[in-house]
């Protein structure tokens, strides 16, 4: 069983931006049956500010980490709370977990700074992090670094994990994800826009769109439908959009 098995949301009337984004605006309840759970949709549907609020009621850090993280400073997080954090209602099974991370792409550079700076005072904090600073290591490799470092048991909440991933690291990333998910150890909930994260098997994908937010079958979103349909025939869709 997942450790969040509920995630419920009143219909959002407080005067806030909230409440003219379609998927949240008329509230929610999602069941989490399965240990592995995309939110998937356009940008802007939502996804992103589903995840942060359910990661600060998690006590992680809104820029990114565990609860060890947690001063949300720097940039545009300092000072900064969820807005929806305080209307959502998270139900767990059996207890409520404290463990994990909350990984954002757009704020990784930002986190991998803050390491840098704890690593001045402790340098083997690097060691938790690929034996070096993230800084150090390409795009792709930091985010490996992270995700086969510090991944253990908890809950993992990730926005865009795929942002620094060749397609080859996507598939190294979902074996990560196997491995946690399959040993009870861990739960995951990935907002993404990858066609290939997405078909991993068993989990539980969500459509955020101006309808509100649905269960569907990766092979029922337009991210994989218009990804292979586009491979098929690409000459076609190039073809159109120059012409246009």
Not at 23 to 37: M, Q, R, W, Y
Not at 110 to 125: G, K
Request: aromatic fraction near 12%.
């Amino acid at each position: 069983m997942p450790f969040l098995s509920r995630i419920s949301l009143p219909s959002l009337q407080d005067g806030s931006y909230l409440q003219h984004i379609p998927s949240l605006s008329k509230g929610l309840h999602l069941t989490l049956k399965e240990n592995v759970t995309f939110f998937v949709g356009e940008n802007g549907s939502g996804k992103s500010t589903l995840l942060e609020g359910i990661a600060e009621q998690c006590g992680f850090a809104l820029r990114g980490g565990n609860r060890n993280h947690n001063l949300n400073t720097g940039h545009r997080f300092e000072g900064y709370e969820s807005p929806l954090a305080r209307h959502l209602q998270l139900g767990w099974t059996p207890r409520r977990i404290n463990e994990g991370f909350f990984m954002r792409a757009e704020s990784f550079f930002n986190f991998a700074s803050y390491i840098d700076e704890l690593a001045i005072d402790n340098p083997r904090i690097f060691q938790a992090y690929g034996g070096r600073s993230l800084h150090e290591q390409s795009h792709g490799e930091s985010f490996l670094s992270l995700f086969n470092n510090q991944f253990e048991s908890g809950i993992y909440i990730l926005d865009e994990p795929e942002a620094a991933l060749s397609p080859a690291r996507v598939l190294a990333f979902m074996s990560v994800i196997h491995e946690l998910e399959q040993s009870g150890r861990a739960q995951f909930l990935i907002a993404t826009h990858s066609p290939m994260l997405i078909c991993y098997p068993g989990a539980t994908i969500y459509q955020f769109d101006e309808d509100g937010v649905r269960e569907t079958s990766y092979e029922d979103t337009e991210h994989f439908y218009l990804t292979k349909s586009f491979l098929d025939n690409p000459k076609l869709y190039l073809r159109h959009l120059m012409e246009r």
